[in-house]
């Protein structure tokens, strides 16, 4: 049974940084790419970041140029470098397995799919 795990969120100025990291356990992420999502309150779920096996990325408008998505095979963890944090970025975040494309990444939810519990991001002065 595979899991994922997210850790680093926390309260953060604007204009600051965090790290984000999810551990996977039960899977290798040579067998699933590793995306992350966001959820706030009374916005929908938004896709932020995905890595392919390739080592191509996706990141949503909202983030490009703040964020960076990278792995650590060997510790099998997925990190999302965020800076310049700004009042658009609470949220919760999750990573999950997903398919990864050029514009878009898709959690399917599947049998073979995992989500993580989410680590909450606040960003306030």
């Known amino acids: 049974q595979g899991q994922l795990v997210e850790s680093g969120g926390g309260l953060v100025q604007p204009g600051g940084s965090l790290r984000l990291s999810c551990v996977a356990s039960?899977?290798?992420?040579?067998?699933?790419?590793i995306g992350w999502f966001r959820q706030a309150p009374g916005k929908e779920r938004e896709g932020v970041s995905c890595?392919?096996?390739?080592?191509?990325?996706y990141y949503a408008d909202s983030v490009k140029g703040r964020f960076t998505i990278s792995t650590d095979n060997a510790k099998s963890t997925v990190y999302l470098q965020m800076n310049n944090l700004d009042t658009e970025d609470p949220a919760v975040y999750h990573c999950?397995?997903?398919?990864?494309?050029?514009?878009?990444?898709?959690?399917?939810?599947?049998?073979?799919?995992?989500w993580g519990q989410g680590t909450q991001v606040t960003v306030s002065s």
């Open positions: 890595m392919r096996r390739s080592g191509t990325t």
């Open positions: 039960g899977f290798t992420l040579d067998d699933y790419p």
């Open positions: 999950a397995t997903v398919l990864c494309y050029d514009n878009y990444l898709l959690y399917r939810g599947d049998e073979l799919d995992y």
